[in-house]
């Protein structure tokens, strides 16, 4: 068996954050449905189609290296989709919900920032200069989503968790 090269582990990498990306695409209408306010419903939805560009993206990044768009299954993100689920069914009319569907998305954003942040660094390394500007162009969506969750979460969410208490 050959040895693996960062090439392999690139590519390993790019069909686990596609696979997560379509999982996530599935998720963010449900989310959009189960939360309570209309900012958080409208930023749902809104993520929901910066996740279908940047699907687009990697489908992009894929055909660079002359490879079909394939992903491969992400235990952590179904991990990550799951727990969200237990929150819309747990907390289901509590006024912690929007609270924990904004954590549960930001668990989801963290996760897709590393991935993107890994995938930008050995894309550099590796040469490959046209795939670099599609991967920070997603980053840079994941990384404005979180800013937006932690402010929605900070002016409503949370206050709205902390008085039904």
Not at 59 to 76: D, S
């Amino acid at each position: 068996m050959a040895a693996k090269t960062l090439n392999d582990l690139f590519v390993e990498t790019l069909k686990d954050i596609y696979f997560a990306e379509r999982q996530i695409l599935k998720a963010l209408p449900k989310m959009a449905r189960a939360t309570q306010s209309e900012e958080g419903k409208a930023g749902f939805l809104q993520h929901r189609d910066e996740t279908e560009s940047q699907v687009e993206r990697l489908v992009q990044v894929f055909e660079i290296l002359g490879k079909p768009a394939r992903g491969k299954t992400c235990e952590a993100i179904q991990g990550l989709v799951a727990e969200s689920e237990e929150i819309m069914e747990e907390f289901k009319d509590s006024a912690a919900l929007d609270a924990g569907l904004i954590s549960s998305a930001q668990a989801v954003e963290h996760y897709e920032i590393a991935r993107y942040g890994t995938l930008i660094a050995w894309a550099k390394q590796l040469g490959l200069n046209d795939a670099v500007p599609l991967l920070q162009a997603s980053l840079a969506e994941e990384e404005a989503t979180d800013k937006k969750l932690t402010k929605l979460a900070l002016a409503s969410a949370n206050v709205k968790a902390t008085k039904a208490a």
